[in-house]
């Protein structure tokens, strides 16, 4: 079992920055793959980024590309994403995610992630 806990929501204005955590507990999460997945009111859940275990492999959405940095401190069991130049259309509620089965590559569909948090929200106004 993994418990995951997000932090770090916030309003913002457009062209601000925020980051958000995702505090893990119940195991280490040194050796599992963690993502942040979105989901904006009325619409579906949609990929943000991916880290690997190690943190050597990451992906991102497209639309995160140049803007967001998805990081961790194993040493600290915890996740971070970054997000800069935000607009109005990152308003989402952000969650972590966690995919213990899976060895290498991280997924980059929030299906193949087995645990999930609370989510936090994110809100950017124009």
């Known amino acids: 079992q993994v418990q995951l806990v997000e932090s770090g929501g916030a309003l913002v204005q457009a062209g601000g920055s925020l980051r958000l955590s995702c505090a893990a507990s119940?195991?280490?999460?040194?050796?599992?793959?963690m993502a942040w997945i979105r989901q904006a009111q009325g619409k579906e859940r949609e990929f943000v980024a991916a880290?690997?275990?190690?943190?050597?492999?990451?992906y991102y959405a497209d639309s995160a590309k140049g803007r967001f940095t998805i990081s961790r401190d194993n040493t600290k069991n915890t996740v971070y994403l970054e997000m800069n130049s935000l607009t109005p259309e990152d308003t989402a509620g952000y969650y972590c995610?966690?995919?213990?089965?899976?060895?290498?590559?991280?997924?980059?569909?929030?299906?193949?992630?087995?645990?999930w948090g609370q989510g936090t929200q994110v809100t950017v106004s124009s």
């Open positions: 119940g195991r280490t999460v040194s050796s599992i793959a």
């Open positions: 880290i690997q275990g190690s943190g050597r492999i990451t």
């Open positions: 995610a966690a995919d213990p089965g899976r060895i290498g590559a991280p997924a980059r569909i929030g299906a193949s992630y087995d645990y």
